[in-house]
C-alpha cells in the first residue's frame, strides 16, 4: 500500500499576522527569584524596537520561576562596566540583577551582559559579549533569557523556541478565515504560514524543527500536508476519502501517524515519509484517533471508544498489542508524552468539564493542571517545565501556559482573533 | 374461442404485472424493511459491545490493582513478621551465653536485653507489627510478639503498653494466672501508667472470677473512690453489682 | 377454485398447444402447401392473434407505469424537498435517532429513484471535546447517515460523505441548547 507523496508542491509564503498574543499572568509559585533586569545602556545613531531588558524580565517572569524588579526603583541603572552597588539592589530585594549594553557600528551589532548574585556579592558568570546581524534582537533577547534561565536553575531554557498555532475569523457559519502561524515562544513575530477559508488542525512539529504537518482541506476534501518551513514548500502527504487527520511525527522524524478513514472507520495508520508506505495499525469498529508517538519510538498513545467512551490507550509498536491507560472518568482524549516519557497529558472531563491532566505512568497518579473550562490541545515545552493548551473566554479561544505541578499559570489572548491548536516546537539548539 | 381469449388476456397481464416488478432492483419493501432492522439492531449490538468492553475493562484494572494492593499488603506483613520473628530468634540465641551482673534483680532484667544486638526496626514499628497481629486475632503470634519486643527495647516508651497489651493476650487466651501476675506487676511498677485504671479493673475481675473476691472487690473499690469521674470507675462498680 | 386462476391454467395450456402447432407447421409446409385450414392451423392463428394482443397490452401497461412513476418521481422529489436536512445526534454518539428516520427516507425514495441526483454528507460535532476526536465523530456521524440512505436503495456513488467535526458550529451559544444544534449531520443536494 502506497502514499501518494505530492512531487507538485506548493509554496506557501510568510506574511506577519494579526493574530499576536498578549501575556498575563495569572498565578506563580510562591517564592518566585527576584531579579531586576537593568535597562541595558544603548550606544547607537539609531533607536533599537525591542527593548532588551523588558523582553528579558517578561521572559523569565513567564516561567512562573522570577519576578521581575520594578524598573521605577532601582536606585541605579549601571552598565556592564559600572561598578555595582549590592547594598542598593538588597534595599530593594532584588536577589540578582541584570546589567548590559547594545552597540551598533559598522560591523553590526554587540551585546554585552552580565548576571550579578546580589547575596553572593559576585557576577554568576563573565560578562559575554554577543555579536549578531542587526535584525536579531529578538533572538539575542532570547538567548540571554536561556542563559540566565539555565544559570540559575540548572534547567535548559525554552525562550529560544518556537509555536505554531491557528487562528480563526467568523464571519458566518460558512464564512470563516483560519491562518496557520508561527511565533516566538513568548507570542513575538507571528507569521502566517498558511491560509484557508476551509479549517486547520492538529499542526505538529517534526523533531528537529524545520518541517511542521497540519490537516487541511483542499475544496471539500480533507489532507494532510507536511510544509518545510525555510523554504514554503508543501507535500501532501495523504487526501484519502474521508478523514485524514492528526498527524505527528515520529521522533526519528521519518515516520507520520495520523488518522484515516479509508476503509470505512476512523483508524491510526502509520506512513512512511520516505517510501509512501502506509500501515493500518487499529482495527475497530469504534473512533480511534489522535495518536502520538513515545519519545523513544516504541509505542502510540491514541485515543479509541471502543469502550463506549473516549479513552486513552498505548499500542506497542512491536506486536501491536494495546492497553488501556486511564481508568478515570468518562473522557480522556488528545494524550501526548512529556520529553522524559514518564508522563503523558490530555484531556479529562470531570464534572462536566474538560480540564488539562498529567499522569504518572508508574504510579498512575494523575493531577489535574487547568481550572478553565473546555481547555483541550496540551502540548508540552521541550524542557518538560511547562505545557501550552486551549481554552476560551465568553467570547473566543485563548492559549494557555500551566507549568507541569499546576502551580504556574499563565493566560496567553490573542489580540484580536481566536486561536486554539497551539503546539510547542522542539529546541533547535 | 372465447375462452382462448380470455386466456390470452391473462397471460397479458401476468406478463404486465411481471415488467412492474422488475424495475424495483432491490426486490420488495419487505426487504428494505429488514435491511433497515438489521442496521439499526447491529448499530446497537455495537454499542453494547463497547459498553461490555469498556466495563470489563475497568473491571479487570480494579482486579488487577485489588490483587496488587492484597499482594503488597501480604508482602509488608511476612516482612514485619520475618523481622519479629528474627528479633525474637536473636533474643533466644543471645540468653544462654548471658551471665549478667544484675541476674539476682527482680522482676525485668534489662541488662540481659542489653546485650541483644541492636534491631534494625524502630520499637514503635515493632510494637506496631505486634499490635497489628492483636487486631488480626492472631494471639499466639501476638504473645510472642509482645514478649520478644519487651526484651529487646526494654528503654522503649511503648514498654509498659506491650507489657499491658501482653496482659491482655493472656486474659483473652484464657491463661489467668498469667494475666493477673502480668497485671499485678504492672500496678505495682508503674502506678502512674495512664491506663492503670484500666489495668486495675481487669485485675479487679481476673482476681473475682479466680476465686480472690476479697483482693479483687479491694481493687475495684479503689479505683471508684480515686477516680469516680472515670469510665472505669462505672466498669468497676459494675463488677462489684454482680458479686453483691 | 377462482375464475381467474382457472383462466391462467387454460391459458398456460392454450400457450403449450400454440406452441406444439408452431413446430408442427414447419414440418407441414415442408411436405407441400395445404389448402385447407386445419383445426391445429385455425388454433394457431388464433393464439398468435392473442400473443399479439397480449404483447400489444404489455406494452400499454409498461407505458402507464413509466408514465406513473415519472409522476411519482415528482412527486418524490418534492417530498425530498420539503423534508429535514438536518439530522441531529446525542453526544458522542453517532446513531440515528428514531425521529430522523421519516425525513431520511423521503431523501433516500428519492435518491432511488433519480440516480442523476447526489448529495454531500457532512458531519458536525459540539465544541466540547478535543478537536481531532470531533472530526472523526462527525464522520462517524455522516457515515451513519450514509449507511441507512444506501440500504433504502441509494446508491454509494450518489453519496459523498466528510466531516468537519466541530469548526462549523450552527449556533455560538455554550449551553445545552446551542451544543444540541450543533451536533448534526446536514444533507446538501449537489
Known sequence: MRLFIGVAMTIMMAMPARAELVIEITRGIENPIKIAVVPFRVKSTGAFDVDLARLIEANLERSGQFRRVDRDTMLSLPGPDDQIFYRDWRAIDSEYTVVGSVEQDDQGLLVRYGLHNVYGEKLVFPIERLSESSDSLRDIGHYISDRIYESLTGIKGIFSTRLLYVSAERRSEKDQTFKLILSDADGGRPQVIFQSSEPILSPAWSPDGSRVAYMSFKGKRAGIYVQTLASGEVQKVSDFPGLNSAPSFSPDGRKLVMTLSRDGNPEVYVANLRTGELERMTKHFSIDTEASWSPDGRSILFTSSRGGKPQLYMMNLADKTVKRVTFDGDYNSNGAFTPDGDSIVFVHRTNERFHIARMNLKTREIRILTETDLDESPSVAPNGTMLIYATSDEEKGLLGLVSMDGRVRVRLPSVSESVREPAWSPFFN | ?244 | MSILKQAKAVGIAVVLVVLAGCAGQVNESAQGPSKVESDAERAAREARQAEFLAKQEAANAKQEAVNVAAKTAEDLRDGAMAADTLFFFEFDRSDLKQDALDDLDSHAKYLAADRSAKVRLEGHADERGTRAYNLALGERRANSVARYLVIQGVNRSQIESMSYGEERPLSLSRDDNGWSRNRRVELVYQ
Not at chain 2, 123 to 129: K, L, T, V
Not at chain 2, 144 to 155: D, H, I, R, T, W
Not at chain 2, 190 to 199: G, K, T
Open chain 2, 1 to 244: 374461442m372465447r375462452l382462448i381469449l380470455t386466456a390470452g388476456a391473462a397471460v397479458a397481464m401476468t406478463a404486465a404485472s411481471l415488467v412492474t416488478n422488475a424495475q424495483e432492483p432491490y426486490g420488495s419493501e419487505f426487504l428494505r424493511q429488514s435491511q433497515t432492522e438489521l442496521l439499526l439492531q447491529i448499530d446497537q449490538i455495537r454499542q453494547e459491545t463497547q459498553a461490555l468492553r469498556g466495563l470489563m475493562e475497568e473491571l479487570s484494572y480494579q482486579l488487577s490493582q485489588m490483587s496488587a494492593d492484597q499482594k503488597t499488603r501480604y508482602l509488608d506483613l511476612d516482612q514485619r513478621l520475618g523481622e519479629l520473628v528474627r528479633i525474637q530468634r536473636d533474643a533466644v540465641a543471645v540468653k544462654p551465653t548471658q551471665t549478667s551482673p544484675s541476674a539476682g534483680r527482680g522482676g525485668f532484667q534489662p541488662s540481659l536485653v542489653a546485650q541483644v544486638p541492636v534491631p534494625e526496626i524502630s520499637d514503635q514499628d515493632a510494637y506496631n507489627a505486634a499490635f497489628e497481629m492483636i487486631r488480626e486475632r492472631k494471639f499466639d503470634e501476638a504473645l510472642l510478639a509482645m514478649e520478644s519486643f519487651v526484651q529487646v527495647y526494654p528503654n522503649s516508651e511503648l514498654i509498659l503498653d506491650a507489657r499491658f497489651w501482653r496482659g491482655q493476650v493472656f486474659d483473652v487466651l484464657g491463661r489467668d494466672q498469667e494475666a493477673i501476675e502480668t497485671f499485678k506487676n504492672l500496678t505495682l511498677a508503674a502506678p502512674d501508667y495512664r491506663r492503670i485504671l484500666q489495668v486495675k479493673v481487669k485485675l479487679g475481675k481476673l482476681l473475682i472470677k479466680n476465686q480472690d473476691v476479697i483482693n479483687g472487690r479491694k481493687i475495684l473499690q479503689e479505683v471508684i473512690t480515686k477516680s469516680p469521674e472515670s469510665v472505669e470507675a462505672g466498669l468497676a462498680s459494675r463488677e462489684l453489682e454482680k458479686i453483691n
